[in-house]
């Protein structure tokens, strides 16, 4: 038989990019593009995205990993900004900060002022803290203020002189002498002009002390009367002086204040915050009657700090929470680490003698917080995973507002000195990024997720292999060779990672997308080619990075070849056998995708068994390699048994398989094991095969392709090439096709051959040579052909077993009777 017909021709074993289709020297003649690249599903949905006003049109960017979403959006989004600022578009940003409450220290009070005005705002306030402590320190200090308050002092004490002397006068009238003790005023009884002894008072008759108690008890009512009104002086007085320090206060600060009321007379917060702080200072002038407020020098703090926990002037200080001074467009902020604090900020905690106090001063802004009025990219995994940050977001986004918590409040712990700042308005296009799953699981799972995600971008891995998105590679490769501070490519460079591109999605008409492996591909030429002092990176360097790398990687794959062509793991590679084939399959280990041959064996005999999965029964079959075996009991039963019951057991078996086996590429192999053994017609061993079956008798595409031939081919090499060797592929992987060169040489000089076929007929022409064979319109096959053998070893099979059936039934019937007539 003519297998030829089957053989794939060289041209197609592999897709080569031409290097003629770059009309450039290098790579730096090229502008740098650092966006997508053949993404325009992804880019319209972006597009919209970020143009919808509306609330909930968040965007959810979907893609492998390695595709370079997020960096590749940030780009964009900041090209568009770039765009609209170059069209004249004003953005309205704005500073935002926490300023004192003067109603509930605890509820610190958020604001926001025009781009810049925070921090000026902030010097604002501490100019007039200086001011006011020069000022008022200056007033207080100053020989009017001085005295006055000395001329008030002197008058109060003048009255309240006046008022003992006629105390202490009436009294000697009574005879009694007044004295002013620690404990109080005390009346002592007089005799001859002095105070009267204990001993001349028990001297006297009883009548006598009753009478000076009696005149001492009038008096002191008296005496504690203008007491009481002595206090009422003092009051008098000092309020008084206090009137005289808000006097002079008032005169001092409201002209301080009066150009601030009238700069913020718009802005109603500040208007607020500035009246609550000029009655504060009224209100608190002891503290700025020193210039400098003294402090301890044991601890290092204010005296005030130590006394009273708190700063007295912290309600002068303003914390810029978001500083939007230096931005010139919308904030773009890509949050690498999104726990709880991250995100939504923080309330910082000092400690002191014992505990831990915060203040306004110690809120600090979260990513949610600094993208305000501008866009937020984090990724989707992240959020998820890091305790209590989902719903919180969910929540910012649903209510407009950011608000500081302690994550600890969270989980229901209480928070030392917990502050409860209000809340800051935010307005955010949050860009999460995750995979397809991801996306899919929030969507049915999470009842929220559509009403503030309802913006798709995806990302596909893989694009079309067309001029215009090879040149823009080349232009991608440009801004790369750029940002990794590497040297340029040559044509044949660039030709050749567009080539490695197509290889690592297999498929010689679509192009990888994972751009961060393109990036490695970058740095790891770059150093070759750095190692050879060359000019540009060329077609040589990329191709010794990608040996380099595989070397690097391969030593499984070697152990394994090396266990073959020791003759440890049982591969033949020329020569016939009955009922045993050479499958494929490939070895995914992470950091390195390889293929590797496996002896498929099948035994045929009598019986009803069907087929048998040796795997399965040992509990080593995976769901998928199940269900490729079952249907090869169909395509038996469809091929054969129209006109006889498939009388068959078959049994089938990877040999030498101790780990477990899934997946159904190696389905067509072992329908042709199965053949072999009925038919006892052998199967070459330099052959191996992959690909699905379908009940129908056709071969189904698989995954690997290149791997799996390579796999084979590497093994043949290492036993030695007789020009007989190939691999068996499915049709329809033809357009997956991208070989290692030396695979493709080796086909080129006849020593390897690939052959491809749709149907298990041509698949079984090509393993025996011998015709399979096209049933006749009485139902059969022509004589010599491998389907011929097939069914009539079945019909034989199937006589055998119908008469096997007779003879059993008539023993059974004879021993029935017999026992009958016993």
């Known amino acids: 038989m003519e297998q030829t017909k089957y053989e794939v021709p060289v041209e197609k074993l592999r897709w080569e990019c031409d290097p003629g289709l770059f009309d450039f020297e290098c790579t730096k003649d090229l502008a740098p593009l650092r966006e997508f690249v053949g993404q325009e599903r992804a880019t319209r949905a972006i597009e919209f995205g ?51 409450n003067f109603k509930e220290n605890d509820s ?58 006629e105390l202490a006068s009436e009294a000697r009238q009574q005879g009694f002498i007044l004295q002013m003790t620690p404990s109080g005023p005390t009346l002592y009884p007089m005799l001859e002009d002095r105070p009267m002894q204990e001993q001349e008072y028990l001297s006297l008759d009883e009548d006598a002390r009753k009478e000076i108690t009696e005149k001492q008890a009038e008096i002191r009512k008296k005496v504690m009367a203008s007491l009481e009104e002595v206090s009422d002086m003092q009051t008098e007085n000092t309020e008084r002086l206090q009137q005289l320090d808000k006097e002079i206060g008032e005169y001092t600060v409201s002209g301080l204040f009066a150009p601030l009321l009238t700069a913020y007379s718009e802005l109603p917060k500040i208007k607020e915050y500035l009246e609550g702080l000029k009655y504060y200072i009224l209100d608190n002038l002891d503290i700025f009657k020193s210039a400098e407020e003294p402090v301890n020098p044991a601890l290092g ?36 680490n999104p726990n709880f604090g991250n995100i939504f900020g923080k309330i910082e905690r000092r400690f002191l003698f014992g505990g831990y106090l915060s203040d306004h001063t110690m809120l600090k802004a979260g990513s949610l917080n600094k993208a305000n009025g501008g866009y937020l990219l984090v990724n989707a995994t992240d959020i998820l995973t890091n305790p209590g940050v989902w719903p919180a977001l969910k929540r910012a986004i649903k209510n407009g507002e950011a608000r ?65 998105n090879m040149l ?19 044509p044949t460079g660039v030709a050749k990672v567009i080539e490695y591109s197509a290889r690592m999605v297999a498929d010689q008409e679509r192009l990888s997308s994972r751009f961060a492996q393109v990036k490695e591909w970058i740095e790891e030429a770059n150093y070759w080619a750095s190692k050879d002092k ?34 440890t793991i049982m591969i033949d590679t020329d020569g016939a056998e009955v009922g045993q084939v050479n499958a494929l399959s490939v070895y995914s280990l992470g950091d390195i995708t390889f293929g ?33 075996v079952m249907i090869l009991s169909g395509y038996m039963g469809w091929k054969y048994a129209q006109d006889k019951p498939l009388s068959l057991s078959a049994s089938l078996c990877f040999e030498q398989s101790y780990s477990g086996v899934d997946g159904d590429s190696a389905s067509s192999t072992e329908l042709y094991a199965i053949l072999s053994s009925l038919s006892e017609i052998p199967l070459k061993q330099s052959m191996a095969v992959t690909g699905s079956v379908n009940q129908t008798g056709e071969i189904q595409p698989i995954g690997g392709v290149n791997q799996k031939i390579e796999g084979f081919y590497q093994v043949c090499k290492e036993k030695g090439l007789t020009g007989e060797q190939g691999v068996l592929i ?20 006849g020593k390897f051959h690939i052959y491809s076929a749709t149907t298990i007929d041509e698949g079984i022409e090509i393993l025996t040579g011998i015709p399979a064979g096209e049933k006749e319109d009485d139902g059969t096959y022509p004589e010599g052909t491998v389907n011929y053998l097939v069914d009539k070893k079945l019909k034989e099979m199937a006589e055998k077993l119908k008469s096997f059936g007779s003879e059993e039934k008539s023993e059974e019937t004879k021993k029935v009777i017999s026992e009958t007539d016993n």
């Open 472 to 490: 823009a590679y080349a232009a991608f490769l440009s801004g790369c060779c750029d940002e990794c501070e590497a040297m340029h490519f040559d």
């Open 404 to 468: 500081i918590e302690d994550p600890i409040e969270q989980f229901g712990m209480v928070a030392p000195q917990g502050l409860k700042p209000e809340p800051m308005p935010i307005k955010v296009k949050v860009i999460l990024s995750g995979d397809a799953n991801l996306y899919q699981m929030l969507s049915m799972y999470d009842e929220d997720f559509w009403e503030i995600f309802k913006v798709k971008a995806d990302f596909d891995s893989e694009i079309e292999n067309s001029k215009e």
């Open 108 to 165: 610190p009070i958020i604001t926001n002022l025009p781009q810049g005005r925070g921090k000026l705002f902030r010097d604002e306030m501490d100019s007039l803290l200086n001011k006011i402590r020069q000022g008022l320190g200056q007033a207080f200090d100053s020989d009017e203020y001085k005295e006055q308050r000395q001329k008030t002092v002197e008058k109060a004490r003048a009255e309240q002189q006046k008022l003992f002397e």
């Open 730 to 749: 499915p049709a329809q992987n033809l357009r997956n096709l991208m070989l290692d060169e030396e695979v493709v040489n080796a086909v080129k000089e």
């Open 50 to 100: 970020l143009n919808m006003e509306n609330s909930g049109y968040n965007i959810y960017v979907a893609g492998i990993t390695g595709t370079g979403k997020t960096s590749m959006v940030k780009s964009y989004i900041e090209r568009v900004i770039n765009e609209k600022s170059d069209q004249g578009v004003k953005f309205n940003l704005e500073d935002w900060c926490y300023i004192y």
């Open 534 to 567: 060359a000019q540009y990176i060329t077609a040589t360097h990329v191709q010794k990075a990608i040996d380099e790398r595989r070397f690097r990687h391969n030593l499984p794959d070697e152990r394994l070849r090396d266990m073959i062509d020791r003759g």
């Open 301 to 336: 703090v204010p005296v005030s700090q130590v006394m009273g926990g708190r700063n007295p002037f912290l309600p002068f200080q303003v914390n810029v929470f978001v500083d939007n001074s230096d931005a010139k467009g919308p904030p773009v902020i890509v949050e690498s």
């Open 596 to 628: 590797k041959p496996s002896r498929i064996t099948a035994k045929t005999y009598l019986g009803r068994g069907g087929v048998i999965n040796i795997e399965r029964e040992a509990q080593l079959s995976g769901p998928t390699h199940n269900k490729g």
